[in-house]
């Protein structure tokens, strides 16, 4: 996992191409004081179409791997691009459908995390 900074850093940049790629709805769940939570931080966004959606995650990627030398531990969900998730092991971006992150309400089932959302 990251320095505390250095994922400080890596959160700025994903929320500023997030925005730079006109993801909407875009919250920050903060979870570090929940003792079962597997990264530090989740960050949620929707697009408008799968083509929305894979424009968003591929540039993020391509992104944070130009400007700071960081690649995803994984990625999930780009053979579909209605849920994309990306990796970054202390933090884990979901990329959803309106209509699916509405169906999964990610916020909700982390309702101890603090949210904050970001104005686009």
């Known amino acids: ?5 250095e ?5 700025n940049n994903i929320i500023t191409i997030l925005k730079e790629n006109k993801s909407m709805n875009i919250s920050i769940l903060n979870l570090e004081r929940i003792d079962v939570s597997v990264c530090k931080y989740f960050v949620i966004c929707s697009g408008n179409s799968s083509t929305h959606i894979a424009s968003i995650s591929t540039n993020l990627v391509k992104d944070i791997s130009k400007s700071l030398k960081e690649k995803p531990w994984s990625q999930e969900g780009k053979e579909t691009c209605e849920w994309v998730l990306i990796d970054y092991a202390d933090i884990v971006i979901h990329v959803f459908k309106k209509e699916i992150r509405d169906f999964y309400a990610i ?14």
């Open 1 to 5: 996992m990251q320095e505390s900074n």
């Open 7 to 11: 994922t400080e850093i890596l959160l």
């Open 107 to 120: 916020e909700d089932l982390w309702g101890d995390a603090e949210i904050k959302n970001i104005k686009n």
